[in-house]
């Protein structure tokens, strides 16, 4: 069946500090990858999107890569801030359809001043 | 900026009672979706609609849910005969045209079912 795998325990890093968080899957052929940050009781919300053609994207401080051969994702936050803490969640999805993106647990997030 | 909206923030009902939960979408998008997340657990997907209709639905989706577009603007989520285990926080989201499906949630209803 399809896994999405992301690191269950928290990570702390030091503010100024950058934080790499990672996606692992297996079985699964995806089109999209989408990284999300959710904070408690709120809904998630979008950050960044792949494709699997693409090897790379950039965001202001946030970067993503996309191995498809490894079935992994690397999402990094360069210059890290306190304001940064949250749970970010990898997110897959298949082309065509409703693209309905299947979640992973997410890892949290905890940037200390 | 235009967000996704969701009525009430809280829900609180006896089992067995039926809950609406409301949803207002990004107006110019076309694609709708609700999914849930237990507490402490990842967010799973509920239902897809598009074109007035269901596009896809989970094994979640059973005969106690369904999903309306009543107007041009709500979105709602009916559980008829509410469990204990429908306890979660539920989202609504919606998506324009663009491919790659980024996707827009609001923030969300807490259901606790007494």
């Known amino acids: 069946s399809q896994k999405i795998e992301q690191n269950s325990e928290a990570l702390n890093i030091q503010e100024g500090k950058t934080a790499t968080l990672t996606c692992n899957y297996t079985n699964y052929s995806p089109a999209y990858l989408q990284w999300y940050r959710q904070d408690p009781g709120r809904g998630p919300v979008f950050l960044l999107l792949i494709r699997e053609n693409e090897k790379e994207k950039r965001k202001e401080r946030l970067k993503v890569t996309f191995d498809t051969t490894l079935k992994q994702s690397l999402f990094h936050i360069t210059a890290s801030q306190p304001a940064d803490s949250a749970t970010y969640l990898c997110a897959l999805q298949s082309s065509g359809g409703s693209y309905i993106p299947t979640f992973g647990r997410g890892t949290s997030l905890i940037v200390h001043p | 900026e235009p967000e996704v909206t969701q009525t009430p923030s809280h829900q609180v009902t006896q089992m067995g009672q039926e809950v609406i939960l409301r949803c207002v979408p990004i107006?110019?998008?076309?694609?709708f979706y609700w999914y849930r997340q237990i507490l402490g657990q990842k967010v799973e997907f509920l239902v897809s609609f598009y074109n007035n209709e269901i596009s896809e639905k989970s094994e979640i989706f059973d005969d106690q849910f369904s999903v309306e577009r009543p107007d041009g603007s709500n979105f709602t989520l009916k559980i008829r005969s509410t469990k204990l285990e429908d306890s979660a926080m539920y989202f609504c989201?919606?998506?324009?045209?663009?491919?790659?499906?980024?996707?827009?949630f609001g923030p969300g209803t807490r259901l606790t079912v007494l």
């Open positions: 989201a919606s998506r324009g045209l663009a491919g790659g499906g980024e996707q827009f």
């Open positions: 107006s110019n998008h076309l694609y």
